[in-house]
């Protein structure tokens, strides 16, 4: 297993799995209830027959009873396809700190989705590693994760909104999109991305990782403040009322994003750095229904 996760936190993701809110729809045979029917053992409902039915799903008891001919229906078993998007642009890599934490948690879905016969499809934005095409099964975890580990920062200005909104049409119809980003960028690009998932029928999870001082800085004095994206450059003067001002157009801007996911039915989930990445997952991330046992 790589480094991004430890024996002991991966023994835990073994007992868990993403939950999703959509019966699945997948193509594949899986481990999750489809709103197709077919022939697994978990019995749905009764029907009447129709000709051309196969006839060895007739239930003759039901038929000595009420001398009708009734068909049993049963849930079939699906797979669901996740697609875990990660910010790659020059404010995830910040710090080492906050690039690794990002990761981490982009391999904690990996191994909830590899884990539990779901498929995966890795697409680290705007990187020059590329991306993982669709794969399934436990045994690709570590071949995955690796691919996550080696994944690098890109060198260019690109905005991670600009090119979601690229990729959002090539993802599977029905899947769960999980979005791994700081979103400290106007999030007009943003919202279009996730309208087009949201056209191709896609659930979406937004994981907002954050170093303590993009929340709460602490700074004082006079600073240079560069643009580490657009390399952009600031005269400021920390003071305490500068400071306020910032933490109220944080505020403002993560509420903008928050107040857009609810309204589509989406979720926006606080994930900083200064937590433990399982209080995090086990937690946090639990306490949302995000994934269960």
């Known amino acids: 297993m790589s480094g991004l996760l430890s024996p002991v936190l991966t023994k835990r993701l073994a007992n868990y799995k993403i939950t999703s ?13 489809s709103i197709r029917l077919g022939s697994s053992l978990e019995f749905s409902d009764y029907r009447l027959y129709s000709p051309g039915d196969d006839l060895r799903q007739i239930d003759w008891n039901t038929y000595a009873r009420s001398q009708k001919f009734y068909i049993k229906r049963f849930l079939d078993e699906q797979e669901l396809s996740v697609s875990i998007y990660l910010d790659c642009t020059k404010s995830m890599g910040i710090t080492d700190e906050k690039w690794r934490r990002a990761k981490q948690l982009a391999a904690s879905f990996t ?17 020059p590693s590329g991306t993982y095409p669709h794969t399934k099964g436990k045994a690709m975890v570590n071949s995955v994760i ?9 060198n260019g200005e690109e905005r991670f909104g600009q090119q979601l909104s690229q990729h959002s049409t090539t993802g599977r119809k029905g899947s769960l999109n999980v979005l791994i980003s700081d979103f400290l960028e106007d999030p007009a690009d943003l919202f279009l991305a996730l309208k087009k998932m949201q056209a191709r029928h896609q659930q979406v999870l937004l994981i907002q990782v954050l170093l303590p001082e993009e929340i709460d800085p602490d700074y004082t004095g006079d600073l240079q403040l560069v643009d580490i994206e657009t390399s952009n450059q600031r005269e400021v003067s920390m003071s305490q009322k500068v400071i ?10 993560t509420e903008k994003i928050k107040s857009f996911c609810q309204k589509r039915g989406m979720e926006l989930v606080l994930c900083p750095v200064s937590t433990n990445l399982e209080e995090t997952i086990f937690s946090t991330l639990m306490q949302k229904g995000w994934i269960r046992r």
Do not use: M
């Open 21 to 33: 809110r959509k019966i699945v729809r997948g193509g594949h045979k899986g481990e999750r209830r």
């Open 244 to 253: 306020s001002q910032y933490k109220q157009l944080f505020e403002s801007h």
């Open 111 to 127: 191994f909830l989705t590899l884990a539990n016969s779901d498929r995966l499809s890795f697409i680290p934005v705007v990187s």
């Open 146 to 154: 690796h691919f996550i580990e080696q994944a690098s920062v890109s």
